[in-house]
């Protein structure tokens, strides 16, 4: 994995889009069924917004049904972090990037085989790269 990246509050709002703010640096969450990503099935790379880091691959998003981009699993075990989240009256498994800490979802024990879990994202914390053609 890369170096954290360690960014001033100023620097991210400069970096940062608005929405990617939001969702990324106060763990907001964008409304069901409005992100960019909720239906894509094209065939790439999900990279964190904030920092760049690959965290996810296309052929382990699915359709959750749920309104956000859904996964099963990350690329690899170290590239998120977890946390305990007890906002909003509910106590969640909150889905962070492992390089600059950015809020993506939350990760919930509802997935489907093999791991079982559904990584639920945020299409503003992401930023896909589709494979090149012919890959
Ligand atoms: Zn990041």
């Known amino acids: 994995m890369a170096d954290k990246l360690d960014l001033s509050d100023t620097e991210w709002r400069q970096r940062l889009s608005a929405e990617q703010y939001y969702i990324l640096r106060e763990a907001g ?4 069924f409005t ?11 999900y990279h964190c917004a904030g920092c760049g880091q690959l965290l996810f691959r296309s052929d382990s998003k699915y359709d959750s049904g749920s309104g956000w981009p859904s996964f099963y699993q990350p690329v ?3 590239v998120v972090e977890e946390r305990r ?10 889905v962070r990037c492992a390089r600059c800490e950015g809020h993506l979802g939350h990760v919930f024990p509802d997935g489907p085989e093999p791991t079982g879990l559904r990584y639920c994202l945020n299409s503003g914390a992401l930023s896909f790269a589709p494979d090149e053609a012919g890959e």
């Not at 969450?29 to 069901?32: C, F, G, I, L, V």
Request: charged share 40%.
């Open 85 to 94: 989240d007890a906002s909003h009256g509910m106590v969640r498994t909150e």
């Open 76 to 78: 690899a075990d170290d």
């Open 29 to 32: 969450t964008e409304r069901a």
């Open 35 to 45: 992100g960019i990503y909720e239906k894509n099935k094209a065939s790439g790379e």
